[in-house]
């Protein structure tokens, strides 16, 4: 038997609000749409309703209800929220059809062996759109059209058995047929009204042809709904793996605090939408619109006067903690001030797998990734973000031939060291899926690895671990300028003015070595080194003095040690 | 309340012992009795520390002087300068990566020099090397108070400080340690002025043996002389034995060697001051080892 599942949110303008502030759901809330200062209601609250406030209220009459709280239609957040239920649809089936903004069908033919009978799926349904913070009405039936007419007509789960169609849809009111495009229905529902047919029922009894005759095949399509007797095949609809959420505010956020609080909620949202795919995220990307306020150098975006502050988050791995990225976004944040009021918050994450990771008993220590990434962000506070990573030696005989990167240890059966699995936007799951061969790959590159693992935790020491102990030179940054006298053409003597320790008889010294590089660039270089061994106060210190012979200056490069 | 005494008082400012252990239960019962004593645990059921593991030096003469550095647990290496503390660190580091684990090097004097690293063999993919240095630190940041402005440049001059590279790497090793998951945590002293590398508070040193203890990190510090006291389980002193032949060697001054002589590796002397590892005295024992020029 086939059936079908509606998810339908009623009042989905104010829903879409309410799931940015929950904390509203209790008070009396008017969605106002318009400009000002003609904005009229749009959408109202239960509790609105019993205060007296109906839709297409003008300012004047809304007054009356002191406690009435307002908000603006936000179009941004309503594309969030149906975002949101064709996540929640998507996580229980494949087949989805957006019926509109506020419905969506689903098809759950064979459903049952994985989730269990169907009063238990429009259960977890309901659920799981309450979960990610929207209150929907949830029906189940035979075909689409009866399942979306229960949804818009019954609050909460319903199930309707097969052949009772007609029979549990006749209760509604005949409203329900039109959903929201009840306007253009005008001149049919008043016609109804004349006849005197209130309910579904009544309309399914009228006679076919004669029905035909008054109302044409439009008037024959109504009666099969409302008899709850459609056939037609779902329209599947794909959706895009967008992840965004946006905030308007009301006013402009100035200390970090709020901006925290609010970006919390976001990434709680982010993240309930991230795991109803079973996916994760590697880059976080937060634009934040600025008012006018104090002077800011940032990029102004577009042609409007309002300008964007950027910011985007990589990943080393994929993580779906959002604790995790509130820090992280909390500490970019103090490091790099937007400097003018926030009026707009924007927030999208890319979709990736989730890490896959098995831990061994013989492998060795490593941090956490959630916990390191934290870690880094706090040391960048701390030292500078150019001053914390991992080396990477370049291909030059320039002293300092080495640039910082970010630090991001590979882990033995970590598919990381492969390209990475990201999921673009309309690409299927199936797209980029080397992920068990990549597993695979890297169990095998790494059993060398583990076997050296096992030797040195069990206790075993390299036997010829001296032969490798190299001579180490500490570096001086920057070098310290000394003073050299020179004898026959070799340095005799040298004098520091700063460090009275690094100075006195040159015992020995060996050398020049002579070196360049770059001289076809700006930045070329030349130098000639020397070892040299200077008896100190503490004793004899080795130390490699160079000439730059371009400036013609003496320093002390560094000490051997 | 009982009144069975534990310590007698006949001799003021001299307690005796007295002889209970005739009825062990009974005073362990009373002694559970008792709120204030519930969680003492008298010194004969307490459980000996287990013996740290130990892992390799990277060098196979101080592994066999020591027997290796032990995880959880503070190991220290001092010395002047050109005592071959670095060789040392980094031969402790490339065994370290070599052995898979992930590494920190807190360069306090920012001095790591990346080709004798790799001249040693660091897996540089397995290093997080941490550069301190002065920077000025805005005292009123927003991690410490939450409502701090958004805006670039707020901060007066009243509220930025310069931090020490010192207070900076114990800052950071402290982040590091409790983070947890390195295998090997270095703190680089070895250029931090004496007078300085001795302000140091114990306290921060109590703290980092805390953090690793438990753990399978070892933590190495270098420095000139030794600043971690009891804290160190471990406490090597190195000096650079050559310098001292070739003092005697060449002590006249027309005999000038060439760079093979002069840098043919550091002959190095180390010796075992502090091992808390086997509980005896370690004494005075030394060993020797040679160092090779691989540097670029």
Known sequence: MPAFACIFVPDFPLEALLRAEPELRSQSLAVLEGKAPLQKVFAVNENARRAGVSPGMSKLQREACTSLVLRARSLSQEAAAHATLLDCAQSFSPRVEAAGCDTIVLDLAGLEPLFGPLPKIARALARRASDLGLETSVAVAGNPDTAALAARGFSGVTVIPEGKEAEMLGSLPVEVLFGNSAQESGQLLETFSRWGIRKLRDLAALPDIALSERLGQAGIHLQTLARGATSRTLVPFEPQLIFEEVIELEYPLVLLEPLAFLLGRLLEQLCARLEARALATQELRLCLELGNGWQTEEIITGTEARRSFQRTLRLPVPLLDSRTFLKLLQLDLKAHPPGAPIVKIHLAAEPVRPRAAQNGLFLSPAPEPEKLELTLARIAGIVGEDKVGSLELLDTHRPEGFRMQRFAPSEPFSPRRHPSTVLRAGSATEKNNPHFSVQMSSMNSSVPELALSERCLGGGFSTDSSDDLVTALRIFRPPVGVVVTMEDGNPAYISCPKNKEMQGEILWAAGPWRSSGDWWEQEGWARDEWDIAVQGETGIALYRLVRDRLGGRWFLEGSYD | ?296
């Open chain 2, 1 to 296: 309340m009982s009144s069975l005494p534990l310590v007698s008082t006949a001799a003021p400012g001299h307690p005796v012992a007295v002889a209970v252990p005739a009825w062990p239960a009974l005073v362990f019962k009373r002694l559970s009795a008792m709120p204030k004593l519930a969680g003492v645990t008298p010194a004969s059921r307490l459980e000996v520390r287990p013996t740290p593991q130990m892992v390799s030096s990277g060098v196979r003469e101080i592994d066999t002087l020591t027997g290796g550095l032990p995880r959880g647990c503070l190991t220290e290496v001092c010395g002047p300068a050109s005592s071959g503390r670095t060789s040392i660190l980094l031969a402790a580091l490339a065994a370290a990566t070599q052995r898979q684990e992930v590494c920190a090097l807190v360069d306090i004097s920012d001095a790591f020099n990346p080709h004798s690293a790799a001249a040693a063999g660091v897996n540089f993919e397995k290093m997080l090397w941490v550069r301190c240095g002065m920077r000025l630190q805005k005292s009123g940041s927003p991690q410490r108070h939450p409502s701090a402005l958004l805006r670039a440049g707020s901060a007066t001059a009243k509220n930025e400080k310069i931090e020490k590279p010192v207070e900076q790497g114990l800052r950071v090793t402290d982040l590091l340690l409790q983070s947890g998951g390195f295998g090997l945590v270095i703190i680089d002293l070895g250029d931090t002025p004496l007078k300085t590398a001795r302000r140091i508070p114990l306290t921060s040193w109590f703290r980092f043996q805390r953090a690793v203890e438990h753990t399978a990190t070892v933590l190495f510090v270098i420095s000139q002389v030794p600043c971690a006291q009891t804290c160190a389980s471990l406490l090597l002193k190195v000096s650079g034995k050559k310098l001292s032949a070739l003092s005697c060697q060449f002590s006249a001054k027309d005999s000038s060697p060439t760079h093979a002589q002069l840098l043919d590796g550091l002959q190095v002397q180390g010796e075992l001051l502090r091992s808390r590892l086997d509980r005896k005295p370690a004494g005075s024992v030394t060993a020797a080892f040679a160092t090779k020029v691989r540097a670029g």
